[in-house]
Every structure is written in structure tokens, then in C-alpha cells.
């Protein structure tokens, strides 16, 4: 998922979110109920976002909450770490067996290096 660092920055401290971005990120936020998105260039949407969220105390203390249990469960460096080491450690192991250089071979002879 390509989702920029605030957003998570944002879930881990218990903060429901506000952004302009659509696609993903804005799919990501209604599936999780931990924000809001608003038009970008549009000031009345920003401003009707951050009312809703403001002059809401129960939805504001939702969307934190669902960002932070979020973050928690999917995003914290305990369950994100294990699972890079786990990748690295297979790159190595694929490295050792001989694989990686020869991927770079055929990629050499494809290129004409």
C-alpha cells in the first residue's frame, strides 16, 4: 500500500485524519473510519471537514481510536519489523545460492552490457 508516512504518524498518535488525497488513500480512510478526505483547492471542503471533525466530539475520539487500533494491530514496528527481516533474510538466502548473480547475468546479456 502506498500510503504517505503522515497518515500512519497521524493513526499512531490517535489523531483522526483530514487530507486531500483521493484514490487509495481516500478508499483507505472510509474503509477504516479514521478520517475524512476533502477537495484539494477547494478551502470550503477543507473547512467542512475540519468542522465535521471538530464540532463532533464522538466521531473525532472514533476515527483516533480506529486509527490507533489500526496502527497497532497492522503498522507498528512490532509487526512490521519481523516481517522485513523475514524478506531479507530470504533475498540472503536466494543471494547465497547463487541466484541473484545470476539474474544480474541475464539482465547484462538482455541489456547488452
Do not use: H, W
Request: some cysteine; glycine content about 8%; hydrophobic content about 35%.
Amino acid at each position: 500500500m502506498g500510503l504517505p508516512n503522515k497518515l500512519y504518524e497521524y493513526m499512531a498518535f490517535g489523531l483522526p485524519v483530514v487530507c486531500s488525497l483521493r484514490g487509495e488513500a481516500e478508499q483507505f480512510l472510509a474503509d477504516n473510519r479514521c478520517g475524512l478526505t476533502y477537495e484539494a483547492g477547494n478551502p470550503e471542503s477543507l473547512v467542512s471537514a475540519l468542522i465535521a471533525v471538530t464540532d463532533n466530539p464522538k466521531l473525532r475520539s472514533e476515527y483516533g481510536a480506529n486509527g490507533r487500533r489500526l496502527f497497532n494491530t497492522q503498522f507498528s514496528s512490532e509487526k512490521v519489523y519481523p516481517a522485513m527481516v523475514d524478506y531479507l533474510e530470504a533475498i540472503g538466502s536466494t543471494a547465497r545460492d547463487g541466484a541473484v548473480e545470476q539474474t544480474f547475468r541475464r539482465l547484462q546479456m538482455r541489456e547488452g552490457i
